[in-house]
């Protein structure tokens, strides 16, 4: 076969299964083009899209903006390394840190490799600001967290898949509740050697589970009486997905980002990814004031290709896109419209317990067990009636559209979703 003739679903889903790694469990359907919502298989079959690529996708696929701000700088300079300076990199610098409200910005490339830099930066920032001791830095994480892939991040997973057979691991974590900040506060009270506390705003992996209204503001409020680093893990969550431009500010379902009941949380460390390139390119990147970036030294942590200049141009169009576009405040309302027409099926359905999330990330919980393939069986008959989701686990099933939806287009889905799920009820 020549490697560039037309391939059919099954051959090519064959190739993936004889040379690539088992690594993930994809759906059966096999994409070759995207253009906004929509996604079309090898056989020309049109989906919407309802996964937007675990959040990277926030923009649309192929959005022309930032298509357009890739090719032609992948036309002018794609790398340098940092090893000299490129003219696009500072630009994009002032323009996220302006965007987001903070100093500095350290450009990574993928989600993990942000997570990672994060928790560097908080450890050396323990050592020498806050002054704990050499090698007694811990870092509080969550119960069923979800930061990546890498042999620390998965040291501090309670996944098994994740974990198992892959150690040592890596120390230093130690693990609480979600949603809890009794739990925060009772750790800090005796351990003078937490450095910091990172938290998904909402746990997306975990199932799309939104803690309560205030938890975030005083699990913040907790960090700082401690003087511990409040670090927010928004590779999911952030970039308008959640309704506003970061799920850290505030959480309850309101559009006012300067809400009295719910105000915005500044996280001291702040950790992007996927959808600051409206997945076109993997760009990642910490943000943090100067007090903490600046024990950062030539050095101590890099990446050849982090800070790009295609990466820096892609991540600018990117965001103003969500700007220009008002994608956090389409998130919102389609958010509440989107939860409002499933519950109306809610009321009389037996195989949907419930809907939950966020904006436009929302999930729904299956009426089965945990590890029940009920929602991966649902998924199938949602591909097979034209829309991809994917189940976070057995039974829940995750729906997160590209923000670019129009609200036709989003009650053709319900449509899509309600018909699917009539053909499960008994
Ligand atoms: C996806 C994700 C990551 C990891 O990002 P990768 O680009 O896959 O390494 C980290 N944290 C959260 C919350 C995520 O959703």
Redesign the pocket.
């Known amino acids: 076969m020549a490697v560039l003739d037309q391939l059919n679903s099954q051959q090519a889903i064959d190739l993936e299964n004889k040379y690539g790694a088992h690594n993930y469990h994809p759906l059966p359907v096999v994409l070759s083009r995207g253009e906004g919502v929509h996604v079309w298989d090898v056989e020309g079959k049109q989906y919407y899209d309802f996964l937007s690529a ?3 996708v926030n923009q649309g696929h192929c959005h022309p903006k930032i298509v357009g701000a890739m090719t032609s700088q992948a036309q002018t300079l794609t790398l340098t390394s940092r090893a000299f300076y490129n003219d696009m990199l500072g630009k994009y610098e002032k323009f996220a840190c302006e965007f987001f409200g903070f100093d500095k910005l350290l450009p990574m ?7 990672e830099t994060a928790l560097k930066l908080c450890r050396k920032w323990a050592y020498e600001v806050k002054g704990i001791d050499e090698n007694e830095a811990d870092i509080i994480v969550c119960e069923n ?6 042999t620390t ?1 998965i040291s501090f997973s309670n996944d098994p898949v994740a974990r198992e057979h892959f150690g040592p691991y890596t120390k230093g974590f130690i693990k609480i509740p979600y949603d809890d900040v009794s739990a925060l506060e009772e750790v800090l009270k005796s351990n003078p050697n937490v450095a910091g506390f990172m938290v ?1 705003p909402i ?3 975990a199932g799309v589970y939104v803690p309560g209204e205030n938890y975030l503001a005083e699990a913040k409020a907790i960090c700082e009486k401690y003087n511990v680093l409040f670090i927010a ?5 952030g970039i308008a997905r959640t309704g506003r431009l970061l799920a850290t500010c505030g959480n309850c379902n309101c559009a006012d980002k300067n809400c009295s009941e719910s105000p915005e949380v500044k996280p001291d460390i702040l ?1 992007l ?2 959808a600051l390139s409206g997945g076109a390119y ?1 760009v ?1 990147a910490v943000l943090a004031n100067n007090h903490i970036m600046n024990v950062i030294k030539p050095g101590n942590h890099g990446s050849t290709f982090g800070g790009n200049p295609v990466a820096a141009a892609v991540a600018i169009a990117a965001l103003e896109v969500i700007r220009d576009e008002n994608l956090a405040e389409n998130a919102y309302k389609l958010g509440q419209l989107f939860r409002s027409e499933m519950n109306k099926y809610i009321e009389s359905s037996s195989i949907v317990n419930l809907v939950r999330g966020k904006g436009l990330l929302n999930a729904i919980v299956i009426n089965d067990d945990e590890d029940s393939d009920t929602a991966w069986n649902i998924c199938l008959a949602l591909r097979d009636n034209g829309l991809l989701a994917k189940p976070t686990h057995g039974n829940i099933i995750r729906f997160a559209p590209p923000l670019v939806m129009t609200e036709e287009q989003l009650l053709d889905c319900v449509g899509i979703i309600t018909k699917t799920l009539k053909q499960f009820e008994d």
């Open positions: 675990y959040s990277a490339n993928t989600g993990a490799e942000a997570v967290n979800f930061h990546g892939r890498t991040i998904e746990q997306g992996e893990d928004e590779v999911q969550t950790i990814g996927k993997p990642s």
